[in-house]
């Protein structure tokens, strides 16, 4: 009954280093996401994967990267880190691209850069 | 003007009392409306969803739409301090791919 689970959940950069964050789901579920959180701003979109193979850029795409492994595993990769990316970052999926039935989140990644 | 504007609050209100959190959106083709709770500190959470004008009820949660206004609320009745969070409204935009926009969420505030 895990739902979407994240992977870490706190990370420390460095401006400039790189880091994968990772994001499973075991709901069957074809559509998958990844939103950042900033105070005041709420849930923007960063880029999404409307089934297995494909991804597109959401609203705020500049410096990350993304993977869609297999149906289940979507990863965000940023390059090279910078203050600017300090935030939450938190992956969903939903059952269509529609999200008809709405979003189910992970548990969230609070990552900082120094 | 945002997409999706609710009041970022904080909505005080006291224990048993009906707490009205109110959205409102600028796509006219808006398919999809949703209401999650978040949490401090915690994922959001997925609570209410309505696709058609009118009422919908779960438990002490109304969801209330209005497309002609573009409009949407949520209602907590009988409301306990472990509503406390902060709601964030969602909306499916008919145009641009199917896209799902959050407004930044109001924060309610239930006093014992």
């Known amino acids: 009954n895990a739902g979407v689970t994240q ?25 998958m996401y ?33 993977s869609r492994l297999n149906k289940r595993e979507f990863s965000l990769r940023l390059e090279s880190a910078a203050p600017s990316q300090t935030s939450v970052y938190f992956c969903a999926s939903s059952e269509d691209h529609r999200g008809t039935y709405g979003y189910t989140f992970g548990s969230g990644t609070r990552l900082t850069v120094v | 003007q945002k997409e999706v504007e609710q009041n970022s609050g904080p909505l005080s209100v006291p224990e048993g009392a009906i707490a009205s959190l109110n959205c409102t959106y600028s796509d006219r083709v808006s398919q999809s409306f949703f209401w999650y709770r978040q949490y401090s500190g915690k994922s959001p959470e997925l609570i209410m ?7 919908k009820e779960d438990g002490r949660f109304t969801a209330q739409l209005n497309k002609a206004s573009q409009y949407v609320s949520l209602l907590i009745r009988d409301s306990q301090p472990s509503d406390s969070a902060t709601y964030l409204c ?17 924060r309610l505030f239930v006093k014992a």
């Open chain 1, 7 to 31: 992977t870490p959940k706190f990370q420390v950069l460095k401006t400039g280093q790189s880091m994968t964050l990772q994001c499973a789901q075991d709901m069957n579920h074809n559509s």
């Open chain 1, 34 to 66: 990844w939103y950042r959180q900033d105070p005041g701003m709420g849930l923007r979109l960063i880029y999404y994967s409307a089934s297995e193979g494909t991804t597109d850029k959401g609203e705020v795409p500049n410096g990350y990267n993304v």
């Open chain 2, 49 to 55: 969803s309505i696709y058609s004008n009118g009422d």
């Open chain 2, 90 to 106: 969602a909306v499916t935009a008919g145009t641009g791919g199917f896209k799902t926009i959050f407004g930044a969420g109001t």
